[in-house]
C-alpha cells in the first residue's frame, strides 16, 4: 500500500521561492570584483533567477543543457544558481585555480553551451574560447558599460544587459527530483578529472541535513559568510541551505585574505562562517598580531583538510568561537561527517573535549559508512584499527558523468580514498589520504599527526609530511616547513618539539625549510608537486 501523501518533487526552484515568500527582506550582501559593497535581499535574488531563466529560453536552451560559471562567491553567481538549475539546466561551477587547459577539458567535456564569469577571469576566457567549440555565449558578469570591446572574445555578453531585458516573472518548470541540476569536477591530480553530477532531489536532502543543529546548525538568525567557493562543490551546499532557512548571506567576492575576511565579519556582524583551514590561517595571521577580535561570530565549520588542533584551540579559546569539523568530498555533496558533543561529552575536561573535536566527527543522517582492510573485510569500530573509508547515502555519487572511470562502487559502497578510525560512539578520523599514508617498517605513519604536531609550533605557518623512499624501513617521514614571517626556527629545535608527543619510530628523519607548499585547485596541499620538488632530496646519513 502506498503512503497518500503529496508527491511533490523536490527541486531547487522551490528554495528560492521559499526564501523569496518567507525572508523576502533577508539580506545578501557581496564584496563586489568591482571593490564596493553590494546589498540587497532575496526577494531581489528570486527576481533575477527568474531573468535569468527567461535569458536563458531566450537563447533557445534545452532542458539539460549545460550552463557554467567561472566565479567568485558573489550575488550574481547565487542568481545563476537558482535560475540555471530551477529552469531545468544543469549549472557547471568551473574551479578558476585549475589550469586553462584542464578548464577547456572540463568545458568541452560537458559540453558547456554558455559560460558566465566574473571579470577577473577575463584572461582565462580570452586563452580558452577559441578551444571551446560548444560555448555559442560568453556572459561577463558586469553592467553593460563595463564590457570590453577589444577582448576579441566572440559572442560576449555582460550579465546586466542580458537579464535586464527579461521580465522577472517565470514558471519554475516541474520535473522528476532525480533531474541532473549541477555538476563538479573532481580536482584531477591524476588522470582528466571526474564529476559528480548532482540532482535536484540531492542537492535538497543535503541542504535539509545541513541545516540540522549537529551538523551546520543554520537557521534565519545567522549572518553567514561562506569563504568556501562557490566553484568548489556548490560552497558545501550553503547557497542552498541559507535559501531553505532565511539566513542572511555574506558573500566576500576575490577577497579570501585574513583582513578583508575579518573587515567583512565584522561589519556584516556575521555569525557563523565556513572554510578550508589555509583561510582561517590567514585570519588568525591577520587578527594574532593586531590583537583583533570578533564581536559577533560564534561558529565556523572547517574543513577540505584536516584542522590542525592549534587552529581549534584558538578559535575556542582565544576568541570563543566553536570550531565545528567537517569532512566531505565532491562525490558526496560534500557533506559526510561534522563534529560536535554528544550529551555525555559535556562534562568531560577540556582536554577530553578536544580529542573528541579533533575528529572528523559523526556521520550525517543519510551518510552511512564502513572502514575496510585490504581484503575488504570489514573492521571495528574501536577507534583503533584503520582502513579505507567506504560510504553510501542518497547524496554520494553513483557513478561519474559520462561513466567515466567505469562503476565507482564497491558491492554499492563509494569508497573515498581515505584511510581512517572509527569509535565507539560513530566518530570518525581520518588517518590519511590511501596515496599519503606513509609505510614504515610494515607499519603505517599519518602524515596529517606528523603535520598537526608542527604547526602547533609557534614559528610554523605550514607544515607538509611525505614519505622518502628507505633501503631498511622502506620510506621514512620528513617535514616540508613554512616559518612564519619574522619567526626562526631551526632543524633540531622542531624535531626536538617531536619528543613526547608522538612514538619515536614516528618522529620525520628530517626538515626541510621551503618559502611555500604547493597548493591546488581545492586549497589543499599538493603532495604530488612536492614530491616533484624533493624528488632529488636525499635522507641524512644515507
Ligand atoms: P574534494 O573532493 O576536493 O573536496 O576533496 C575531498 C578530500 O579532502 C577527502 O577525501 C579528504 O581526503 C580531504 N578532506 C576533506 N575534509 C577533510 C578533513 N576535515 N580532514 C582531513 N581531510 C579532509
Not at 510 to 523: H, S, Y
Request: aromatic letters at 8%; glycine letters at 8%.
Amino acid at each position: 500500500m502506498l503512503g497518500l501523501m503529496q508527491n511533490q518533487p523536490l527541486l531547487i526552484s522551490s528554495l528560492i521561492d521559499f526564501a523569496e515568500r518567507h525572508h523576502g527582506e533577508g539580506e545578501v550582501v557581496s564584496r563586489r570584483v568591482e571593490g564596493d559593497i553590494h546589498r540587497y535581499t532575496y526577494k531581489q535574488v528570486a527576481q533575477r533567477a527568474r531573468q535569468v531563466a527567461n535569458a536563458l529560453d531566450a537563447m533557445k536552451l534545452q532542458f539539460g543543457d549545460r550552463v557554467a560559471t567561472i566565479a567568485w562567491n558573489g550575488y550574481r553567481h547565487l542568481e545563476l544558481y537558482f535560475g540555471i538549475s530551477g529552469s531545468g539546466r544543469v549549472l557547471h561551477t568551473i574551479n578558476p585555480r585549475m589550469h586553462p587547459d584542464q578548464i577547456t577539458w572540463v568545458a568541452n567535456h560537458s559540453e558547456d553551451q554558455v559560460v558566465c564569469f566574473d571579470m577577473t577571469f577575463l584572461p582565462i576566457v580570452k586563452s580558452i574560447h577559441a578551444r571551446c567549440p560548444t560555448v555559442r555565449q560568453w556572459v561577463a558578469l558586469c553592467d553593460a558599460d563595463k564590457l570590453p570591446t577589444d577582448s576579441g572574445v566572440p559572442n560576449l555578453s555582460s550579465y546586466e544587459a542580458l537579464i535586464s531585458a527579461q521580465p522577472n516573472t517565470y514558471s519554475w518548470p516541474q520535473f522528476d527530483e532525480n533531474t541532473a541540476s549541477s555538476m563538479c569536477y573532481t580536482s584531477g591530480t591524476t588522470g582528466n578529472p571526474k564529476a559528480a553530477l548532482y540532482s535536484h532531489r540531492s542537492t535538497l536532502l543535503h541542504a535539509y541535513a545541513a541545516c540540522l543543529p549537529d551538523v551546520m546548525c543554520l537557521s534565519a538568525r545567522d549572518a553567514i559568510l561562506p569563504v568556501v567557493p562557490m566553484f568548489h562543490v556548490n560552497a558545501w551546499g550553503i547557497p542552498y541551505s541559507a535559501a531553505l532557512t532565511g539566513a542572511k548571506l555574506v558573500f566576500p567576492g576575490a577577497g579570501m585574505d585574513g583582513k578583508s575576511v575579518y573587515e567583512l565579519i565584522e561589519s556584516e556582524r556575521v555569525t557563523y562562517a565556513a572554510g578550508v583551514p589555509t583561510v582561517w590561517q590567514m585570519l588568525l595571521g591577520h587578527m594574532q598580531p593586531a590583537g583583533l577580535r570578533f564581536s559577533t561570530l560564534r561558529r565556523t565549520v572547517i574543513g577540505g583538510s584536516a584542522c590542525p588542533p592549534a587552529m581549534i584551540t584558538a578559535f575556542n579559546d582565544q576568541y570563543g568561537v566553536e570550531v565545528l569539523h567537517a569532512w566531505g568530498m565532491t562525490e558526496m555533496s560534500p557533506l559526510g561527517t561534522l563534529c560536535t558533543l554528544k550529551n555525555k561529552h559535556l562534562t568531560m575536561s577540556d582536554e577530553d573535549k578536544m580529542k573528541i573535536r579533533l575528529k572528523q566527527g559523526r556521520s550525517i543522517f543519510g551518510v552511512d559508512m564502513k572502514i575496510v582492510d585490504a581484503d575488504g573485510k570489514e573492521l571495528p569500530w574501536d577507534g583503533k584499527a584503520f582502513g579505507d573509508l567506504l560510504v553510501k547515502g542518497p547524496w554520494v555519487v553513483a557513478e561519474y558523468y559520462k561513466g567515466e572511470g567505469g562503476n565507482p562502487l564497491v558491492d554499492g559502497w563509494f569508497p573515498t580514498g581515505d584511510v581512517a578510525t572509527i569509535d565507539p560512539e560513530g566518530y570518525m578520523q581520518i588517518t590519511d589520504r590511501s596515496k599519503d599514508v606513509i609505510k614504515s617498517g610494515g607499519e603505517w605513519i599519518s602524515s596529517i599527526d606528523i603535520e598537526n604536531i608542527a604547526v602547533a609550533h609557534p614559528a610554523v605557518a605550514m607544515a607538509a609530511c611525505i614519505g622518502i623512499k628507505h633501503p631498511k624501513w622502506d620510506e621514512r617521514p620528513i617535514v616540508a616547513v613554512v616559518k612564519k614571517p619574522g619567526m626562526e626556527i631551526t632543524r633540531e629545535e622542531l624535531l626536538a618539539f617531536y619528543e613526547g608527543k608522538t612514538a619515536k619510530w614516528q618522529i620525520p628523519d628530517d626538515v626541510v625549510f621551503v618559502d611555500a607548499i604547493p597548493m591546488g585547485a581545492t586549497g589543499k596541499m599538493q603532495k604530488t608537486k612536492l614530491r616533484e620538488i624533493l624528488k632529488d632530496y636525499k635522507l641524512p646519513g644515507l
